[in-house]
């Protein structure tokens, strides 16, 4: 067995950076391919924000390690890849510069951009899964617009849900409040929730 498994979706351009940087930096490393599973209890169980690119591997805290840019970066401080993500603070901001415009700038224009055409769905009930069908993005879109305003209103509404019966994820670099009862296929929807509520400004604690 390879010491590092690479959960990926081949059509995927953020698994395609991690599957090119894993070549290049000779890794030792095996693929699994979970198109159409990443919604599944086996996959939840391992990683809950249920994306991929997503590694598994001995040294990490939780076993399990997701987004690409925190995956490169990671299997470069433990194999000391120098040359791909550089110590020295200036050289390694630069890098950081990229992969931060990348995540943070670049992909979510793109996907505003692209996803109506490949018939993923947007906002509210954004962020697809190779698992959704038609049925399962108009719930999302119905789960999202119905919860609309009832989990993020700040620290006192986070701090009730926690006394109910939440579970935190941790998504879009938000704490993320879902209801244990909420079923994998709705979580699209709860997401949409969370990037609405970003992209109009309110408050995420
Ligand atoms: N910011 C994340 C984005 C991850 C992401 O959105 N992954 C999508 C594929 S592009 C995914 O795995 N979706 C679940 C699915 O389609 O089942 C990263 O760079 O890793």
């Given at each position: 067995m390879a010491a590092i498994t690479l959960n990926i979706l081949k059509p995927s351009v953020n698994n395609l950076t991690v599957r090119i940087f894993v070549r290049a930096a000779e890794l030792d490393f095996e693929e699994q391919d979970v198109w159409g599973k990443t919604t599944s209890p086996e996959y939840l169980e391992k990683?809950?924000?249920?994306?991929?690119p997503m590694i598994e591997e001995e040294g990490l805290p939780k076993g399990t390690l997701g987004e690409s840019c925190a995956i490169m970066a990671y299997l470069c401080n433990k194999h000391g890849l120098e040359e791909f993500y550089p110590t020295d603070p200036g050289k390694r901001a630069m890098v950081d510069n990229a992969m931060f415009y990348l995540i943070g700038t670049f992909y979510p224009l793109l996907t505003r951009a692209t996803y109506p055409a490949l018939g993923f769905p947007q906002y509210p009930g954004e962020v697809g899964t190779s698992a959704a069908d038609d049925a399962m993005k108009a719930t999302a879109q119905q789960d999202a617009e119905a919860a609309?305003?009832?989990?993020?209103?700040?620290p006192a509404a986070t701090d009730a849900a926690a006394d109910d019966d939440g579970v935190v994820a941790r998504i879009l670099g938000g704490l993320h409040w879902v209801p244990t009862g909420v079923q994998p296929s709705n979580r699209p929807g709860m997401i949409g929730v969370v990037a609405s509520n970003l992209a109009t400004g309110s408050a995420v604690t």
């Open positions: 990683y809950p924000a249920h994306l991929t609309l305003g009832q989990f993020f209103c700040g």
